[in-house]
């Protein structure tokens, strides 16, 4: 008799279900695959937007920048054991009281949620990068340009105050053209002593001297370089970059202390020109017998130029709250910023309006008087 095998295609079994099981037993059926409803797949799915949404919001920065109040130095003081204003060579009286400066903090390094954080807290400011950094600038690009005008602060506020005291001033050459008649004649830091025939006492001296001249014309530059004696040389006048009639020599002066004795302003990792009127007031309470301040906590702001005039910056709404909590009693508010500062000055801090470094002096010895001051 013949062998029959049952082939599988008639039978319905499957190689698998062929297995005898391994306890020679009944074979057990195969599992089935559990799968995710629509449902369990959303939350999965929602699970990971907001784990993503978690991270990006932690970690990944956004354009954006926070501003709030800044550290406040005492310019009649000292920071980090180093006299903040110093002169040497010159005799110098001592003062009470506080010339406190203000300062902003900026924060170029906000993430999602710190900018939410920061706004929800009212006590800083979330701004646009764009506002306070040129596309393509680097934070070292930003931080020479900030060092260099807080140098240009510290210069003007010397000049400022010893020309109110009555010290005489130069005319240096700042800064040269490259490529410009100036160019290979003069040097920065030169003294100017005459330009075009005419004698130079002040800046604005070599804009009259040049103000009728034309391009193609000659004229002669007196100058001291580096403590040498003076020597005149000729230069021929260019065409004015900016369309201007007269001729461009190529050189940007400015005026500087004519002074036996040194003014030193020593302040690390600050940045900005608008210490200026807090420096030169520091200068003149030091230099004179007269007090200032007389024990009170006098904070302010503003940048000034060589002549004394106190110009607006920025910020000032976050510097009355930083100048409050050092324990100011009284702020000195340029002129321009007073809408902004009476709008977010906190209660008991006095706001003196300022125009120029004259009316700064005449309003804290009003203080100190018990007299009127003029306020915002």
Same mark, same amino acid.
């Given at each position: 008799?013949s062998?029959?095998?049952?082939?599988?295609? /008639?039978t319905?079994? !499957?190689?698998?279900?062929?297995?005898?099981?391994? /306890?020679?037993?009944?074979?057990t059926p195969?599992?089935?695959?559990?799968?995710l409803?629509?449902?369990?797949?959303?939350?999965?799915f929602?699970?990971?937007?907001?784990?993503?949404?978690?991270l990006?919001?932690?970690?990944?920065?956004?354009?954006?920048?926070?501003?709030?109040?800044?550290? /406040?130095?005492?310019?009649?003081g000292?920071?980090?054991?180093?006299?903040?204003?110093s002169?040497n060579?010159?005799?110098?009286?001592?003062?009470?009281?506080?010339?406190?400066?203000?300062t902003?903090?900026?924060?170029?390094?906000?993430?999602?949620?710190?900018?939410?954080g920061?706004?929800?807290?009212?006590?800083?400011?979330?701004?646009?990068?764009?506002?306070?950094f040129? $596309?393509?600038?680097?934070?070292?690009?930003v931080r020479?340009?900030?060092?260099?005008?807080?140098?240009?602060?510290?210069?003007?506020a010397?000049?400022?105050?010893?020309r109110?005291?009555?010290?005489?001033v130069?005319?240096i050459?700042?800064?040269?053209?490259?490529?410009?008649?100036?160019?290979?004649?003069?040097?920065?830091?030169?003294?100017?002593?005459q330009?075009?025939?005419?004698?130079?006492?002040?800046?604005e001296?070599?804009?009259?001297?040049?103000?009728?001249?034309?391009?193609?014309?000659?004229?002669?530059? /007196?100058?001291?370089?580096?403590?040498?004696?003076?020597?005149?040389?000729?230069?021929t006048?260019a065409?004015h970059p900016?369309?201007q009639?007269?001729?461009?020599?190529g050189?940007?002066?400015?005026?500087?202390?004519?002074v036996?004795?040194?003014?030193?302003i020593?302040?690390?990792?600050?940045g900005? $020109?608008s210490?200026?009127?807090?420096?030169?007031?520091?200068i003149?309470?030091?230099? !004179?017998?007269?007090?200032?301040?007389?024990?009170e906590?006098?904070?302010?702001?503003?940048?000034?130029?060589?002549?004394?005039k106190?110009?607006?910056?920025?910020g000032i709404?976050?510097?009355v709250?930083a100048a409050?909590?050092?324990g100011? !009693?009284?702020?000195?508010?340029?002129?321009?910023?007073?809408?902004?500062?009476?709008?977010?000055?906190?209660?008991?801090?006095?706001?003196?309006?300022?125009?120029?470094?004259d009316?700064a002096i005449?309003?804290?010895?009003s203080?100190?008087?018990?007299?009127?001051?003029?306020?915002?």
């Amino acid at each position: 008799m013949s062998e029959t095998r049952d082939n599988p295609s /008639t039978t319905g079994a !499957t190689r698998a279900d062929a297995r005898p099981d391994a /306890t020679g037993g009944e074979e057990t059926p195969p599992k089935s695959r559990t799968r995710l409803s629509r449902r369990g797949w959303t939350l999965v799915f929602s699970g990971v937007l907001v784990v993503v949404f978690v991270l990006l919001g932690a970690f990944v920065r956004v354009p954006y920048v926070a501003l709030g109040p800044g550290p /406040t130095y005492d310019t009649l003081g000292e920071v980090g054991g180093e006299q903040v204003v110093s002169i040497n060579g010159q005799r110098t009286y001592s003062t009470d009281g506080e010339l406190r400066m203000t300062t902003v903090s900026l924060n170029d390094e906000v993430t999602l949620f710190g900018a939410l954080g920061l706004w929800i807290s009212g006590r800083y400011a979330v701004a646009p990068r764009e506002d306070y950094f040129r $596309p393509g600038e680097t934070d070292e690009e930003v931080r020479r340009q900030n060092v260099q005008q807080f140098q240009d602060s510290q210069s003007n506020a010397e000049v400022a105050a010893l020309r109110r005291l009555g010290y005489p001033v130069k005319v240096i050459v700042q800064e040269v053209v490259s490529g410009s008649p100036a160019d290979k004649v003069l040097s920065p830091g030169d003294q100017l002593v005459q330009v075009n025939g005419k004698r130079i006492n002040n800046e604005e001296d070599v804009l009259a001297a040049l103000a009728n001249t034309r391009p193609g014309q000659t004229v002669s530059l /007196t100058f001291k370089h580096e403590g040498q004696p003076e020597r005149t040389e000729s230069v021929t006048l260019a065409r004015h970059p900016d369309g201007q009639p007269q001729g461009f020599v190529g050189m940007q002066p400015i005026d500087r202390a004519d002074v036996p004795f040194d003014v030193n302003i020593s302040l690390e990792d600050v940045g900005g $020109p608008s210490a200026g009127l807090m420096f030169a007031l520091a200068i003149v309470d030091r230099m !004179t017998p007269e007090n200032l301040v007389s024990g009170e906590h006098i904070a302010g702001t503003g940048e000034i130029n060589e002549k004394g005039k106190v110009g607006a910056i920025g910020g000032i709404s976050f510097k009355v709250v930083a100048a409050k909590e050092a324990g100011a !009693t009284a702020f000195l508010v340029p002129e321009n910023n007073c809408a902004e500062a009476v709008a977010a000055a906190p209660e008991g801090l006095k706001l003196i309006k300022v125009t120029d470094l004259d009316s700064a002096i005449n309003a804290l010895e009003s203080l100190n008087g018990g007299r009127p001051t003029p306020s915002c």
